[in-house]
Structure formats: structure tokens, C-alpha cells
């Protein structure tokens, strides 16, 4: 008799674990355990949505069947930890086994591999077959070179699954249409709502179990609209097919005031608790292409995220754990500023995106990088408690996205290893991507001082402060050339526009 672990982010029918079970003979375990939900503080938001996606698809497997052991967070038994439950269960029957699939995290990984010992029963850690490229085939790939750039990784996943693919040749006669992809928001652009899901009695019982014990923990839990069923994730899929697809490709880097959603599809939180396997995600897009649903750049764009930056970040995750969570090639020591979580600053951009971080668990991509990210990476921010924040306040957030986006995407603390070079920008990429300068209180249009736009003068902070690092690297030669010819008055303005801002910072006072 067997007993199968099935973690939160493994709500999948095809997940490994559950391939050669016995439903009469076996055992299945999920629990709602504190270690998981506190180790670091997930937004209220993403702990409901994973708890009740648990529950929904436990009761799923118990109508098919299968022998279900489930353990609720508020279970006066329960241990709080994975290791304490598979322990207290396995007490209680005589399994000759414990499969699981592997987790998405390093950490989950280390202690998997002393259970065995410590229950005197074989552990069996099943490869997880819902990613398109294993790990042993991305190290297989990055041995020997000198650059591990995701653009090549995702020509090798396009010939693998034949994916918008002609003869061997890439539809459009050309692998990526990302530079069709940077519009800014048009006037009156209109943007579909995301997916709506009504909590039923299952979801509403763990809002009010969310409320109750994690009412210290960062975000805002209502409205809650998330899918908790595959039935629900697979409608969320049909309707960003049908209504955003089409617009995603041109607008996917614009960003507009009071407007989270935008045409993105908002499916990372489903693909990456297992409500979606990317291969479905992938062909639904392929196929609203072939329709004249929606256009190539659009399709291309979706398709690269998945196919290629998504099982790209987990092979860098896995090839270069544990070692990648220390890295800090920039030397950044600064702490997170308050407002990161009070959204409690004048700078209008980053007070919308924190505003909707706090209220939705979510931010799309560009927010992600260039407003939120890019201050943290042109201010310094210490990567621990940079990573520590992404980690926490997305729904879609799992260590082995989440650490390779943030230290390597955003903050170049991996010194080049997965980005070409730092993605450091001053206001002007904001104010061209977005309409958050015009109600804001700096001006983009100025440089320096007290009125100008933080972003402005600390991007030229960052470049110089860096120059030791950062000189060398081909992609930022324009850069220093640009700094080169600055005035020593200029740079000098620079320097104490940077400091009185770190200084207000410090003081706590609103900048």
C-alpha cells in the first residue's frame, strides 16, 4: 500500500504521483500546513486560492474513487508541517512506500531526501512530467556554453513540440516578433476584465479561514474572483482566447492607470498550481492562430512566454540551485523601502503598482520589471529582501519562477548569467509605457532636483556607481559613453540628488 503525497502546486490529474496508484488499494495525502503557508508571509489572496484549489480538486479524486487522507489548516492534529503529516499518517497505516512528485522547490527538495531515513520507508521522488523540458535536458543543453541565452533554448522547444512550425522553418519566417510587441497604451484603448469565478461553499469557507488565521499577512483577501477548478481554469483559458489574445502581442509592455488586467491572460496562477498544463495553454494559442483568431505576433509572444521563459527560469533554477539564491553580483545592500508595502509614496507609478499588487496578487510583467523592479535594481535594494517581497505578495509566485526572474531578470544580481545586461531605465520608459506620469508629482521631463523624476537621476546613479562592474559589459557601452560626456557639474547633481532621496528614504519620510 502506497502512500502519495500531492502538494498545492500539483493539482494536476496527470501529475507523476498519481500515474501507477491504486484507488482501492492506495492512499492519497494533501494537507493545509503552516510551514508552507508562513514561511514566508503569501499574500492573503494566493494562501485562498491554493487552499481551495486543494480542497476542490480532493474532492474531485474522492469521487473517482481514490482514498483520500485530507488535512485541513484548522485540524487540531495537524502538525503544521509536510514531514510532520506524511509521519502522523504513516503511524496510523502500513504503507510499503511514499511516491510524491518532485516539488518546484529547492528547499522542499533537501528535506524530501532525509525522509526516507527518518520513516524507515523507500521515498520514491517522481520526475515532474507537466514541464516541457526535464532537467536532465536542460543541463544536457547548457553544457559547454558560454552563454545560456533563453532566445536559442526556445528555438530547440519550437522544433521539439512543432510549434508554429512549417517544414522546419518558423511560421512568419522569423522565431520571435517581440519588436512588434512594445506599443504604448493607445488612446481609449478598451480592456477586457479578467476572469471572474463566484466562490462557492467550499471557497468561501477558506476566505473565512484565510481571514482568521493570516489576517497579519500582506494584501487584500476580497473580492476573491480566482479559479479553484480545472473546469473554472479552463474557461479563464477560452475567454483570454476569445477576448485578449488578439491585443496581447501589441500592448503586453503598456501599462495604464487603474487598469491591472490589461491583455494579459492571467493564467500563471492556474498553469502554476496545475489547474493548466502548458502544453494545453500552447496549443489553444497555436490554434486561435491558424483560426485568424488572433495574429502571429500576438500567438508568438504568448506561446515564447511559456515555451520558452517559462521552462527556460526553471532550468536555470535547477542547473544553478543552491548556490544561485546567494548571488549578489552588484553588491546591493540597501533595504526594501516601507512604501513597497504601504504603497504610500508620491511616485505615481510605483503607488499604482504596489496599490494593485496589495489588491490583486498580481502585476503583469512590465510592472513587475520595469516600474517595481527597476527601482530596486537602480536603487540598490538588497536581493534577499527583494526576492523575500515578490515572493510573498504574487499568487503566481513559486521559488522556482520567482528567484531566476527576480535576481537574475530584475536585479542582475547573477552578474549577467541569465540576462545580457541590467534592465535599468530612467522615467522615460515609464512615461512612454504607461500614463502614470501625468498624475504624478515629479516630472519625467525633468532631471534633476527636487520636482524631478527619482527614476531620472537615480538611473545615472546606478550606472555610475556600477561603473566597475558594468563597463565592460558590450550591451552598456552606449551608456557610458552618454556618462562620459556628462559635465563633472552634471554627475556631481546626480550624486546629491541620489543621496537626498536614499537620505528621505532612511528618515522615513515620503518621497
Not at 520514491?124 to 514541464?131: A, G, N, P, Y
Request: proline share 4%.
Amino acid at each position: 500500500m502506497k502512500l502519495c503525497l500531492i502538494l498545492g502546486d500539483q493539482l494536476s490529474r496527470s501529475i507523476s504521483s498519481l500515474a501507477e496508484l491504486d484507488p482501492q488499494q492506495d492512499h492519497i495525502l494533501m494537507c493545509e500546513v503552516r510551514d508552507e503557508a508562513t514561511y514566508v508571509k503569501h499574500h492573503k489572496k494566493k494562501i485562498a486560492l491554493v487552499f481551495s484549489a486543494m480542497r476542490h480538486f480532493a474532492k474531485e479524486l474522492a469521487e473517482d474513487g481514490y482514498n483520500i487522507d485530507y488535512v485541513k489548516y484548522d485540524d487540531p492534529n495537524n502538525t503544521g508541517s509536510l514531514a510532520g503529516e506524511v509521519t502522523r499518517l504513516a503511524s496510523q497505516k502500513a504503507f510499503s512506500e511514499i511516491v510524491v512528485t518532485a516539488p518546484g522547490e529547492y528547499r522542499l527538495q533537501e528535506q524530501m531526501a532525509s525522509w526516507s531515513a527518518a520513516l524507515n520507508l523507500p521515498v520514491t521522488i517522481k520526475e515532474d512530467s507537466r514541464f516541457l523540458c526535464s532537467q536532465t535536458e536542460f543541463a544536457a543543453w547548457a553544457k559547454g556554453r558560454k552563454q545560456l541565452r533563453m532566445e536559442y533554448f526556445y528555438r530547440e522547444m519550437r522544433r521539439k513540440y512543432s510549434v508554429l512550425m512549417n517544414c522546419g522553418e518558423p511560421i512568419g519566417g522569423q522565431w520571435n516578433f517581440d519588436a512588434e510587441n512594445r506599443k504604448p497604451p493607445a488612446s481609449g484603448l478598451e480592456v477586457p476584465d479578467t476572469y471572474r469565478a463566484q466562490p462557492d461553499d467550499i471557497t468561501q469557507e477558506v476566505l473565512a479561514l484565510v481571514e482568521t488565521h493570516f489576517s497579519d499577512h500582506f494584501g487584500d483577501l476580497l473580492p476573491f474572483h480566482f479559479t479553484v477548478t480545472r473546469n473554472q481554469a479552463n474557461e479563464a483559458l477560452d475567454q483570454f482566447i476569445v477576448k485578449r489574445l488578439s491585443l496581447f502581442g501589441d500592448y503586453q509592455d503598456a501599462m495604464i492607470q487603474n487598469e491591472p488586467w490589461m491583455h494579459h491572460s492571467h493564467l500563471g496562477f492556474y498553469l502554476n498550481c496545475g489547474l493548466l498544463t502548458p502544453l494545453e495553454c500552447i496549443e489553444r494559442a497555436e490554434k486561435a492562430y491558424h483560426e485568424g483568431i488572433a495574429p502571429l505576433n500576438a500567438v508568438e509572444g504568448f506561446i515564447r512566454q511559456i515555451l520558452g521563459w517559462r521552462e527556460y527560469v526553471r532550468g536555470i533554477y535547477w542547473l544553478k540551485m543552491p548556490d544561485y539564491k546567494q548571488v549578489n553580483f552588484l553588491e546591493a545592500k540597501r533595504p526594501l523601502p516601507e512604501f513597497y508595502w504601504t504603497a504610500e509614496t508620491q511616485m505615481n507609478c510605483i503607488r499604482q503598482c504596489v496599490t494593485e499588487t496589495k489588491q490583486n496578487a498580481y502585476a503583469h510583467h512590465i510592472q513587475r520589471l520595469m516600474v517595481l523592479g527597476n527601482f530596486a535594481l537602480i536603487a540598490g535594494l538588497d536581493p534577499d529582501e527583494v526576492n523575500n517581497w515578490y515572493m510573498l505578495v504574487y499568487a503566481d509566485a513559486y521559488e522556482w519562477v520567482e528567484l531566476p526572474n527576480v535576481s537574475g531578470m530584475v536585479l542582475f544580481a547573477d552578474g549577467g548569467l541569465l540576462a545580457s545586461k541590467p534592465y535599468a531605465a530612467s522615467g522615460t520608459y515609464i512615461n512612454k509605457m504607461s500614463n502614470y506620469c501625468g498624475s504624478c508629482k515629479y516630472k519625467v521631463s525633468v532631471k534633476n532636483g527636487p520636482t524631478a523624476c527619482p527614476f531620472n537621476y537615480l538611473y545615472w546613479d546606478f550606472i555610475g556607481r556600477n561603473e566597475g562592474k558594468l563597463r565592460g559589459n558590450q550591451r552598456m557601452g552606449f551608456m557610458y559613453k552618454s556618462l562620459d560626456r556628462m559635465s563633472e557639474e552634471k554627475r556631481q547633481a546626480i550624486r546629491d540628488d541620489s543621496r537626498r532621496f536614499f537620505k528621505a528614504i532612511e528618515a522615513d519620510e515620503k518621497v
